[in-house]
């Protein structure tokens, strides 16, 4: 069998830190813009200089709906803004999904990961 | 691209059968049917075709099944695939291609069977890993975010979105062809079934099979045809994201950019359109695009559309085909929206025809707000 060849997906680096509880993005140091989903070059200006930082968990929703699917309890899907300056789809969880407002400070959780889903962050109300 | 305005025309259009289509009915069949009904509304022959633009979700290499099913060689293939707004990126690609002589007569086509084979099995959804542990309902739930931030940001309502599909219903009711057959109420809209808040299932797009085709060639032998010409004024086309967490701004969409190049090919602008036909796939999609294409200010589309804005009568006539929402929506809209966008300038639309509509505007939208692409219509008298 032949051995994988090149660097470590992006997907992999940040579903790794996923897995240590970290919320993982990146940093181009070129010009110090904020790059989520995490890539191998940056957009825009294809630079491959994107170092890995890892977020304070704390963000803003920017966007959110509520799902009514026909046998299931209703469920939040949030755009949650970070602070860090990128924007993620994500769910808030621990109150009714329609008491989920834009505007709303929200503070990230990770599900541990299963044989079928590698774990990944979802957001909690926070405090302030 | 001032250069182009003017210098091509549809003069065919044709839908393939609609709504719920025979048993075992394939997209080739569709795209073939429409095919033959758009020559003969136009009066050209099928080998007159050197040139073919088409796109689907059902089939990989959809260009090459299409060709093989008519029996055609054609000069020149495109199957740009964006989504709902490919054909009007056929529209454009045509231009181009007409202009440069590498086809004279060009057919654009599409057909889905959704309906009948389920959306799941029609439209494979892009792998998203970063969304997909979510379970987002796509698409209604990425317009339904960004209906979301528009109700933030602008105080626009429900009952506002609502409006939009009450009209889209006012308009199908004129149309023959039409889904639905129901007269529909803004309390009907909104206590109908949630699917993705603010949306309930009034305010997303039908699932229905259907097609069509559309024969376009340069002006000049448009002269000799049927119909009288719906002028190729001006196109444009962008595409600002794939995956709704890379919209840059919920409330803004490539239409401003898609609409800012054709209004400039025509040397048009908002005012001077007579029919806008929007692809309404959620009610937010004619509310942001009426507003990105110029037709009113930023977040004041809840209030144009407010008291039958759009409805039959209202100051701006919008999707007078009863758009996706009430008429036919396939899966991949845009070429429908087209269709209606040419027989408004042909002139043969009926009860819902706009009289003296000498520009009409088609938008297209493709994947969730991501791919925009604009076409102007004119008749002789834009020229």
Redesign the interface.
Request: avoid cysteine.
């Given at each position: 069998m032949a051995e994988a060849t090149g660097p470590i997906s992006p997907?992999a680096i940040?579903r790794q830190h996923c897995e240590r509880g970290e919320l993982a993005y990146q940093v181009c140091t070129d010009d110090g813009s904020v790059v989520f989903?995490p890539r191998l070059t940056a957009p825009g200006t294809a630079s491959p200089n994107l170092e890995w930082r890892v977020s304070k968990g704390l963000g803003t929703v920017?966007?959110?709906?509520?799902?009514?699917?026909r046998d299931k309890d209703p469920?939040d899907?949030?755009?949650v803004e970070l602070d860090e300056g990128f924007?993620?789809?994500?769910?808030v969880e621990s109150i009714d999904p329609?008491d989920v407002k834009?505007?709303m400070r929200v503070k990230v959780r990770m599900?541990p990961g299963t044989d079928k889903?590698p774990s990944?962050p979802?957001f909690d109300p926070a405090e302030g | 691209m001032t250069g182009l305005r003017g210098k091509t025309a549809i003069v065919g259009t044709a839908e393939s059968d609609l709504g719920l289509v025979s048993p075992d009915m394939t997209i080739a069949d569709l795209m073939g049917q429409a095919t033959h009904r758009a020559l003969e509304d136009c009066g050209l022959k099928l080998f007159d075709i050197d040139g073919v633009f088409v796109a689907a979700s059902q089939s990989r290499m959809v260009g090459l099944m299409l060709c093989e099913y008519l029996g055609l060689r054609p000069r020149y293939l495109d199957s740009t695939q964006v989504g709902g707004s490919s054909f009007m990126a056929h529209v454009r690609h045509a231009q181009a291609a007409i202009e440069s002589g590498m086809c004279e007569v060009a057919l654009i086509a599409y057909g889905s069977t959704q309906r009948s084979v389920s959306r799941a099995v029609a439209s494979s959804r892009e792998p998203l890993p970063y969304e997909d542990p979510y379970r987002p309902m796509m698409p209604p739930s990425a317009y339904a975010m960004a209906a979301s931030r528009h109700m933030y940001q602008y105080g626009t309502t429900r009952e506002q979105l609502a409006e939009i599909a009450v009209a889209a219903r006012k308009w199908a009711l004129l149309n023959p062809k039409a889904w639905e057959k129901e007269p529909l109420s803004i309390e009907d809209v909104i206590n109908a079934r949630m699917v993705s808040y603010p949306f309930t299932v009034r305010d997303c797009c039908l699932v229905t099979d259907g097609g069509g085709a559309v024969i376009m060639t340069t002006a000049e032998r448009a002269k000799d045809l049927k119909h009288k010409p719906a002028f190729i004024l001006g196109a444009g086309e962008t595409t600002t994201h794939q995956s709704i967490s890379n919209m840059p701004d919920f409330t803004v969409s490539g239409a401003v950019e898609s609409g800012r190049q054709a209004y400039t090919a025509a040397g048009l602008g908002a005012t001077d359109v007579d029919v806008a036909v929007l692809y309404d796939a959620f009610t937010i999609c004619t509310l942001m695009f009426l507003e990105d294409l110029g037709f009113c200010k930023k977040g004041e589309g809840g209030s144009f559309v407010e008291n039958g804005g759009i409805a039959p009568g209202g100051r701006l006539p919008v999707n007078t085909n009863g758009g996706g929402l009430s008429y036919c929506h396939p899966g991949m809209y845009g070429l429908l929206v087209l269709i209606e966008a040419a027989r408004q300038i042909h002139g043969v639309c009926g009860k819902r025809q706009i009289e003296n509509a000498n520009v009409t505007l088609a938008h297209g939208n493709g994947g969730v707000f991501s791919s925009q692409c604009t076409v102007l219509l004119g008749s002789e008298n834009t020229l």
């Open positions: 997907l940040y989903y920017y966007a959110t709906t509520t799902l009514f699917p469920y899907v949030s755009m924007k993620m789809m994500s769910r329609m834009i505007g599900i889903q990944y979802v | -």
